[in-house]
């Protein structure tokens, strides 16, 4: 037995093997509580999660990637509530969503990330922008808002598990996230999204109560309806013929969008992007199925809706049977919640010790636009302003406003005159605005403690500087920026998407 003071300190540190060195919360670790808020044409729900991020690879400058991911909560499914034909019912949403932090034991100041999403039809009303915001703002510190078929097929990939498995497998998987006003379709290669495709096919096209009376009719069930030589409209009984013609039509048009090759002009009018770049279902090892519709596909509840997603399903399921081949159809690891799961893990980035911050005082940031250039080692001081001139005249500027941010895509080492003729150009390149006007600089590679330093030190400029590295960013991003975290400030970081996928013309 000894006394406390009988202890040798000096060897204190010995005492803590690899694995526990590795779990210092704050240094080497992470965790961060996230939710996930989804709006979508047919329900609304929520999800809580625990996110652990750890270090990927060895170094203090090391890249902090999600590890683990623990669900904590999941809220009922409700159907989304709508208070006119053009309006989501922000006042039922809102009182949802505050019972659901409720039911988890959570309050908006305990939660670190995440995202509202607002998808499909819901994403047309008139009010879907507001509401976003204000969820943005209200459900927690750091809370990314994100829209568009292109993002939520993005986030719907990662949660369902597809991109873990093309990974995984070294193979070609298909994702099909099947919603309540579009379906969402995701080719992915070895663990990398090679192609997104969106279609207007989805459960809520249609919708009805308990009488079968008609109390939506969306303009693409229209057109698909129209292709039948019948019509719907709001309150008019939806006989089981109509509906069981409606299902196998949009069956029919979504194994057209899905199986390459020539493509059926109705297809081709609901089709919201470019097709499916495949010449058929031969090219695909996998294909997983996600959404709410997909529940049905897999035969996992009988539950309806009010509207055609019980028999768009069955339809579904008994034609993979018959075009896809044996062992081609895998299971997801989340269904209707996998865009929200998604959106929790994928959107959240994080940057570590190498960034420069010369003041807390602007942190955090939301809505943060990007304009994005390529930089390399052999371009003079002239070429570098030129093309950040270039990715900031994408958006008809001549100068960057504090109300974005540089995104930098740096090729070759790095050594200290290259980042000096790169500072030098960013100095050029922002605009002539006060002292408290933020300049923001993010660069994927860890650069940005230096970047920062000679923009500030050497070069004087009379701004405050934030130059997060690390970061991975895309065209027309955006970026929410948080306030560092733990003993190593590591700067967490949401990448989101808020653009309308448009589809490329030809001729």
Sequence with gaps: MHDDDDLDHSHVFDLLNDEE?????????????????????????????????????????????????????????????????????????????????????????????????????????????????????????????????????????????????????????????????????????????????????????????????????????????????????????????????????????????ISGGEMDPLTESLLLTDSLDIDSLEDVDHVVFSGGVSEYVYDRTSESYGDVGPWFGKMVRERCQQALRPGMLVMPAEGIRATVIGAGEYTLQASGSTSYISTHDVLPVRGIQVARAFINKEQTAEEMEAALATGVGKYDLEKLPSTMALAMSIAGQPDYWYIRRLAESIVKTVDDEPPEAPVFVVVDVDVAKSLGGIIREELHLDRAVIAIDGIEVGDLDYVDVGKPMGASEVIPVTVKSLVFSIRSQSG
């Design 21 to 257: 060195a590795e779990d210092i919360e704050g240094i080497e670790k992470f965790t961060l509580y996230s939710v996930g808020i989804d709006i979508g044409s047919s329900t609304t729900h929520t999800i809580f999660s625990r996110l652990v991020l750890r270090r990927e690879g060895a170094g203090l400058s090391a890249k902090f990637v999600v590890t683990n991911r623990d669900v904590l909560y999941r809220s009922p499914i409700m159907l989304t509530p709508y208070s006119s034909g053009t309006a989501i019912d922000t006042d039922s949403v809102q009182q949802f969503i505050e019972r659901s932090y409720s039911e988890a034991g959570f309050t908006p100041d305990d939660v670190d990330t995440g995202a509202v999403v607002i998808t499909g039809e819901a994403l047309k009303k008139e009010n879907a922008q507001p509401i976003l915001e204000y969820f943005s703002e209200e459900s927690g510190r750091f809370i990314c808002a994100s829209a568009g078929p292109m993002h939520e097929a993005l986030l719907a990939a990662f949660g369902s598990g597809a991109v873990a498995i093309s990974k995984t497998h070294a193979n070609t998987v298909l994702d099909v996230d099947m919603g309540g006003g579009t379906t969402k379709i995701s080719l992915i290669r070895n663990g990398e999204i090679a192609q997104m495709v969106a279609i207007e096919v989805g459960a809520r096209l249609i919708a009805y109560d308990d009488d079968m009376t008609i109390t939506r009719v969306e303009q693409p069930a229209r057109t698909i309806l129209g292709s039948l030589g019948q019509t719907v409209e709001v309150g008019e009984k939806l006989t089981d013929e109509k509906r069981e013609q409606f299902a196998a039509k949009m069956t029919d048009i979504l194994f057209d969008a």
